[in-house]
């Protein structure tokens, strides 16, 4: 079966903290996304990721960064987080030249406070 | 032109009955129109999946409509059960293998 795995299920962050949220897959995908939920407004790809070391912007990139230094990793930072990146952020992964099947994470539900 | 538009956003339905869920899309290069079901506290994982040039596809209870003509497809869940409520997402696949995904719909059976 294939694994995504968010390191945390709930934080809470100050604003103007820097913040990582951390996703491993163990299936040897090589595109990775990274999504942000809110209700009513489905998901909202942030960034992606073809291979190691290269990355996308998606459609709401502002106040984000990526890093993907190795192929099963793939972080997203917030720079100086503010209350409106307050949500549930999805990493998934898939295989190449797909976007079929995407898996997902269980996600991480951030609060800045 | 790259939205996905899927209605209603909440559904209640009596167990047993056909809860429906529409998306309809405006880019004719879709190609790839699939569902995720997603569980409290859980990811979405993929649910059923079809191709534009098929009208109909069932997996189990759950089947997906899909009318070309009118840019619309839809998934139906027969004799839906409590352990069907969830939120589902339908989404649509572009030119450069992304998916673009609808608002999503909370759908919840009552026993």
């Known amino acids: 079966d294939v694994k995504v795995t968010q390191s945390s299920r709930y934080l809470v962050k100050r604003t103007g903290e820097k913040v990582f949220l951390e996703c491993v897959q163990d299936?040897?995908?090589?595109?990775m996304f990274w999504y942000r939920q809110d209700p009513g407004l489905g998901l909202r790809l942030i960034y992606f990721?073809?291979?190691?070391?290269?990355?996308e912007k998606g459609d709401i990139p502002e106040g984000y960064s990526v890093s993907r230094e190795k192929k099963e990793r793939f972080s997203l930072i917030l720079e100086s987080a503010s209350t409106n990146q307050t949500s549930m952020y999805l990493c998934a992964s898939s295989p190449p030249h797909s976007g079929n099947i995407q898996y997902f994470g269980a996600g991480t539900r951030l609060s800045v406070l | 032109q790259q939205q996905v538009k899927q209605s209603p956003q909440s559904l209640i339905v009596q167990k047993g009955g056909i809860p429906i869920i529409n998306c309809a899309y405006e880019?004719?290069?879709?190609?790839?129109f699939p569902w995720y079901q997603q569980f409290p506290g859980k990811g979405p994982a993929l649910l059923i999946a079809?191709?534009?040039d098929v009208s109909e596809k069932k997996e189990g209870r759950f089947t997906i409509s899909f009318n070309k003509s009118a840019k619309q497809f839809s998934l139906h869940i027969m004799d839906s059960q409590p352990g069907d409520s969830a939120t589902y997402f339908c989404?649509?696949?572009?030119?450069?293998?992304?998916?673009?995904w609808g608002a999503g719909t909370k759908l919840i059976i009552k026993p």
């Open positions: 299936m040897d995908h090589e595109n």
């Open positions: 989404a649509a696949r572009g030119s450069n293998y992304q998916l673009i």
């Open positions: 880019n004719t290069a879709f190609d790839y």
């Open positions: 079809i191709r534009p």
């Open positions: 990721s073809y291979d190691v070391k290269m990355k």
